[in-house]
């Protein structure tokens, strides 16, 4: 039975589990795709020819009812079999329309796991499962995802929420629906430059014309920046002995020494009452989750920011990595951002 798919399954999951999907992350993965393409993904350790069995029987089963269903049709009918037909044809044409769009989303989802897998902090943490309102709510929207761009949308969403149940909640979930193409184009762009959760570098992304960002701020995907603009703000700490700026980065972080003033022209940092602010675009709740499903290019964002900052602070600006849950200081700009290019 070579053209069976149930007997591709070991080698399905198991091309997946070598990329590092393990403990809830993985029992997630297995669940979601068990509610969105009927169980086709199983994993070697629960995989047992019964259970293949037992499927193999439920498919030949829906089989025959469908082929009594269409038979029973006819007769009701009457002798217009053309009609009884169409008739079938319309609603298992449906189903099997939905269940096509299903299958292209969950396949999206299973690369985007094997290109980025969970992180191990991610993996062994969270429930076993997806909630229910969120598979509920989601299968209705990879039904209806019957082009190559909501697929691979919907096919992102779920990956993301595999690593971090949570994120899409009914209203994230909806403002996903609702975004436009040409929206979805703008806000990708935007986040090249984030920095962190919720925040683009504004000096990076650049002005946004008054037009676009209007809508950005009609999806609810970025806050109103008004005529001021927001920061996200230096928490203040030491940089040896002396009292510095510290902004905490996924993976890094940076120390001003606090004698630094920036100009007052500066368009990457300004003066906060006692501490300094970094100029960003705010992201809403809605945009920070949905950030998530596009790729990270943070390394990059984080080398260009370093370069600014040591630009503008020159030898009170420092940044530090974090190696084995301990930040070392790193001699910039001598050693880039690894990855970064």
């Excluded at 949570?166 to 986040?191: H, I, N, P, Q, Y």
């Excluded at 940076?254 to 100029?279: F, M, R, W």
């Amino acid at each position: 039975m070579s053209g069976d798919h149930l007997n591709n399954e070991i080698s399905v999951s198991g091309e997946l589990t070598d990329r590092g999907l393990r403990a809830s992350a993985k029992s997630r993965t297995a669940a979601a795709f068990d509610r969105l393409v009927g169980n086709i993904l199983d994993w070697p350790n629960t995989f047992v020819e019964a259970d293949t069995v037992k499927r193999r029987a439920r498919m030949e089963a829906e089989t025959k009812i469908i082929q009594a269903a269409t038979a029973r049709a006819v007769e009701l009918i009457g002798t217009d079999d053309a009609f009884a037909a169409r008739a079938l044809a319309g609603q298992f044409g449906d189903f099997a329309r939905k269940q096509l769009n299903r299958d292209a989303v969950a396949s999206i989802a299973l690369e985007d796991l094997r290109t980025t897998p969970p992180t191990a902090e991610e993996a062994a943490s969270g429930p076993d499962e997806l909630t229910d309102e969120f598979m509920d709510r989601f299968q209705g929207y990879a039904e209806e995802a019957s082009t190559e761009e909501l697929r691979e949308r919907w096919g992102r969403v779920l990956a993301s929420e595999i690593r971090k149940p949570g994120t899409f909640s009914r209203k994230v979930m909806r403002a996903v629906d609702e975004l436009s193409s040409d929206v979805a184009v703008e806000f990708e762009s935007l986040c090249l430059s984030r920095i962190r959760e919720g925040s683009i570098v504004r000096e990076f992304a650049g002005e946004i014309p008054f037009d676009r960002r209007s809508k950005l701020v009609e999806a609810g995907l970025i806050v109103e920046p008004g005529l001021t603009g927001q920061v996200t703000l230096f928490g203040q700490g030491k940089y040896g002995t002396e009292d510095a700026f510290i902004l905490p980065l996924k993976g890094w972080a940076i120390a001003i020494e606090k004698s630094y003033s920036p100009p007052s022209a500066s368009p990457l940092v300004c003066q906060h009452n006692d501490t300094i602010g970094l100029k960003v675009y705010a992201l809403t709740g809605v945009g920070e989750a949905l950030s998530t499903i596009l790729p990270d290019h943070r390394d990059k964002t984080y080398l260009r920011l370093f370069r600014a900052l040591h630009e503008t602070a020159a030898d009170k600006f420092h940044c530090f990595r974090e190696v084995n849950g301990a930040f070392e200081e790193v001699a910039f700009p001598a050693h880039p951002v690894p990855g970064a290019g």
